[in-house]
């Protein structure tokens, strides 16, 4: 059985998906885009604090971008698992994710 769920890029349309699990979802990945738009400012004290636009209350600080940054996808990724586990979020709207993150200023 082949783990069409782990790689994103091969279910692109709905005949992928049917072929590849047939009776689990029939349909287009692309139907479910989700965008993440990740926002970064800097602190006086130097650190970094990120948030996701589309998940309030998830933000992180760091003492670098990019710590800050893994902090906060690895929260945001956290918050959506946990949203489908509770039945509070589609798991198709997952299947095509995008993440923004602007280049710091």
């Not at 692309?30 to 004290?45: A, G, I, P, V």
């Not at 710590?67 to 489908?84: G, N």
């Amino acid at each position: 059985m082949r783990s069409w769920w782990c790689d994103h890029r091969r279910a692109t349309s709905a005949a992928n998906v049917a072929s590849s699990a047939p009776g689990i979802w029939n349909v287009s990945a692309l139907d479910f885009r989700m965008q993440l738009t990740l926002e970064f400012d800097r602190e006086e004290d130097g650190r970094w604090i990120g948030s996701v636009l589309e998940l309030p209350g998830v933000l992180a600080y760091g003492d670098t971008r990019e710590q800050a940054l893994a902090k906060m996808l690895a929260l945001a990724y956290t918050t959506l698992a946990d949203e489908v586990e509770h039945g509070e979020r589609d798991p198709r709207s997952l299947l095509s994710l995008a993440v923004h993150a602007p280049e710091a200023a």
